[in-house]
């Protein structure tokens, strides 16, 4: 299983999303740090909008992201870019 796959499953659990995007941006960082190659899913955005972040601040649903996903950035998941938004607030998306 891919580790985008595992990010989508593990954020379906969790927050029922109305709208969800994971997108392996890896390619982008190419040649950053010597050991990004852009090869790989190093760097990845997650694009949520979900009930549960209603009432939420901006810093508590990255807080409750990044949480979730500690186990990936621990592993190797280097950067993770995260745009939360409950269901009647507008995107850039």
């Known amino acids: ?11 379906v659990k969790a927050f029922a999303p109305e709208r ?6 890896s390619h982008l960082h190419a040649g950053h740090q010597p050991d990004i190659t852009g090869t790989g899913e190093t760097h990845m955005r997650v694009r949520i909008v979900s009930g549960k972040f209603a009432g ?3 810093l508590a649903r990255h807080r409750a992201i990044t ?3 500690k186990p990936e950035l621990d592993a190797g998941l280097h950067a993770l870019a995260v745009e939360p938004a409950a269901p009647d ?3 850039r998306w």
């Open 20 to 25: 969800l995007s994971v997108i392996d941006e």
């Open 67 to 69: 949480d979730l996903l």
């Open 56 to 58: 939420m601040s901006r």
């Open 89 to 91: 607030e507008p995107t």
């Open 1 to 11: 299983m891919t580790l985008r796959t595992r990010i989508e499953e593990k954020l």
